[in-house]
């Protein structure tokens, strides 16, 4: 059910969505001059994925965990995609291609060995990845990685649609802060 769910939404958003994505795409030209943001990611069953997302940070960033980056690598606009969490709507893709969940724990990269083997451990990567759950509402990040894992398990043990929408709206309505960066919590 919540597959059918995330092909339906993901589609939805997509198509409901494209003036948005677009005008986020154009300014992202001017804020960047490379928008789209893409990343090689832990999936489901370690398997990797490349997530997409609007960039939000300076083309010539590292390739770290966002608990890792400076906060001087945001750039203005990225500082709003964050705040309103419009960075993640092309993870909508990923969704619809089966990659990610729209509810799930967040995809890790590759690098982030103690959260890969914290979550192997309890069963956590035998889940699509997902945009949002249970840790980002509660403002559970990546620099807390058992944390991190044990959360991500009791949202999988206990995801039914009810909780699946619950997730959404509440991260819709803006609950949880995202990724912390050091000098922005």
């Given at each position: 059910?919540?597959?059918?769910?995330?092909l339906?939404?993901?589609?939805?958003?997509?198509?409901?969505?494209?003036?948005?994505?677009?005008?986020?795409?154009?300014?992202?030209?001017?804020?960047?001059?490379?928008?789209?943001?893409?990343?090689?990611?832990v999936?489901?069953?370690?398997?990797?994925?490349?997530?997409?997302?609007?960039?939000?940070m300076?083309?010539?960033?590292?390739?770290?965990?966002?608990?890792?980056a400076?906060?001087?690598?945001?750039?203005?606009?990225?500082?709003?995609?964050?705040?309103?969490k419009?960075?993640?709507l092309?993870?909508l893709w990923?969704?619809?291609?089966?990659?990610?969940?729209?509810?799930?724990?967040?995809?890790?990269?590759?690098?982030?060995?103690?959260?890969?083997?914290?979550?192997?451990?309890?069963?956590a990567?035998?889940?699509?990845?997902?945009?949002?759950?249970?840790?980002?509402?509660?403002?559970?990040?990546?620099?807390?990685?058992?944390?991190?894992?044990?959360?991500?398990?009791?949202?999988?043990?206990?995801?039914t649609?009810?909780?699946?929408?619950?997730?959404?709206?509440?991260t819709?309505?803006g609950?949880?802060?995202?990724d912390?960066?050091?000098?922005?919590?």
């Amino acid at each position: 059910m919540i597959r059918t769910l995330d092909l339906l939404f993901s589609l939805l958003g997509l198509v409901f969505g494209f003036p948005v994505l677009l005008v986020l795409y154009v300014i992202g030209l001017f804020d960047t001059g490379s928008p789209v943001f893409r990343q090689e990611r832990v999936g489901r069953y370690k398997k990797p994925f490349t997530l997409v997302k609007f960039r939000t940070m300076s083309v010539d960033t590292a390739s770290v965990a966002s608990h890792l980056a400076s906060s001087s690598s945001i750039t203005r606009f990225g500082h709003f995609l964050r705040r309103t969490k419009l960075d993640e709507l092309p993870q909508l893709w990923n969704v619809l291609k089966g990659e990610m969940s729209l509810v799930g724990p967040r995809p890790c990269l590759f690098n982030q060995e103690e959260l890969i083997r914290e979550r192997d451990q309890r069963g956590a990567l035998n889940a699509r990845p997902g945009v949002t759950g249970l840790a980002q509402v509660n403002d559970i990040d990546m620099s807390t990685p058992r944390l991190l894992a044990e959360t991500d398990a009791k949202m999988l043990a206990n995801l039914t649609v009810p909780a699946y929408f619950k997730y959404i709206f509440m991260t819709v309505a803006g609950k949880g802060s995202g990724d912390r960066i050091p000098g922005r919590e």
